[in-house]
């Protein structure tokens, strides 16, 4: 079974200032990691994927995600916060594979404050 | 845009009504799933169909289903509807050229909302 835990229900961080929002994973085999983002009132959209091709891995809009496999991890930060990332961020872990149901964190709510 | 197209966008009804969420996948896709979002419960899977077979079953309630046709669009039927169901349902589809690390491309959802 895979579950993934968001240490943060809210953040919040001054515009400028960098955004770390925390993620833990359960995975009995190598999973794949994502972070998905939601705006209010919209859809879900991927900002970054972890596929065991590298640790760091790189997002749209600045995002960054490390996966530590020691610490069962998923950070996602960013060096600069923008006013526009202000958004809910969803952690989700899945079976690597492909063509399997993804498992969601609760999310964690980032306000940016000008 | 994600080229996963749902349909209606908003839907109100009463309880005890029974209701259709339409999908259609991105182009090339053969797994569509649905996922319901509520303030209570977060996030969660509902079902998944693989080129119109059922692969996956998750908080389905027994009064959901679902099917995928031909053409490889889906419908969720929700039926005997209570307060309760009122939430964001999302359909999301996978199974292209990178489908072997599973990334899933999501429609903007319909809204529910029961009265």
């Known amino acids: 079974a895979q579950s993934v835990t968001q240490l943060d229900s809210h953040v919040s961080v001054s515009e400028g200032t960098p955004v770390l929002l925390r993620c833990n994973y359960s995975s009995s085999y190598s999973p794949s990691l994502f972070w998905y983002v939601q705006h209010p009132n919209k859809g879900l959209q991927l900002l970054l994927k972890y596929t065991s091709a590298a640790t760091l891995v790189k997002g749209i809009n600045g995002f960054e995600a490390e996966f530590k496999k020691s610490e069962t991890s998923f950070h996602l930060t960013k060096p600069s916060a923008h006013m526009s990332d202000a958004a809910e961020y969803f952690c989700?872990?899945?079976?690597?594979?492909?063509?399997?149901?993804?498992?969601f964190g609760k999310g964690t709510r980032l306000s940016v404050i000008a | 845009d994600s080229g996963v197209t749902q349909t209606p966008k908003h839907l109100i009804t009463a309880t005890g009504q029974r209701v259709t969420l339409r999908c259609s996948p991105r182009s090339g896709d053969l797994s569509v799933y649905w996922y319901q979002q509520s303030l209570d419960q977060g996030l969660q899977f509902l079902i998944q169909y693989y080129n119109g077979e059922e692969r996956a079953k998750g908080n389905i309630l027994e009064r959901f289903s679902a099917q995928q046709f031909p053409d490889l669009h889906s419908e969720l039927n929700l039926s005997s509807l209570e307060l309760g169901d009122s939430a964001l349902y999302f359909c999301?589809?996978?199974?292209?050229?990178?489908?072997?690390?599973?990334?899933?491309?999501f429609g903007p959802g319909t809204r529910l909302t029961v009265l």
């Open positions: 999301a589809s996978s199974g292209g050229w990178d489908h072997i690390y599973n990334e899933q491309f």
């Open positions: 989700v872990v899945s079976a690597v594979g492909g063509n399997t149901p993804l498992v």
